[in-house]
């Protein structure tokens, strides 16, 4: 699961967030999306995190590069990760 804060504006962090009763979205990921978010070190290339995701989940993960690409994007696009 991801956590994250409904704000990045430092005033509203400081006026607003405490007002609220859940002051962060949390994310739910599935297995695949855990096991690849967990490799994303900064250290990791993608050809070794699709080997590591073939081996443990095997011929139902295919097309691993497709998937793996397009948890990436989206990661990318919510600001979790930069490429």
């Known amino acids: 699961m991801l956590i994250y804060p409904k704000f990045q504006n430092r005033f509203l962090q400081k006026y607003l967030l ?4 859940k ?14 978010w967990q490799r994303c070190d900064g250290q990791t290339d993608v050809a070794q995190i ?18 793996i690409s397009m948890f990436l994007k989206r990661m990318e696009s919510e600001q979790f990760i930069s490429l």
């Open 18 to 21: 405490p007002l609220l009763a």
């Open 23 to 36: 002051p962060n979205f949390r994310i739910r990921l599935d297995d695949y999306g855990s096991f690849i």
């Open 50 to 67: 699709a080997l590591e995701v073939r081996a443990e989940f095997g011929e139902k993960v295919e097309p691993v590069y497709e998937r």
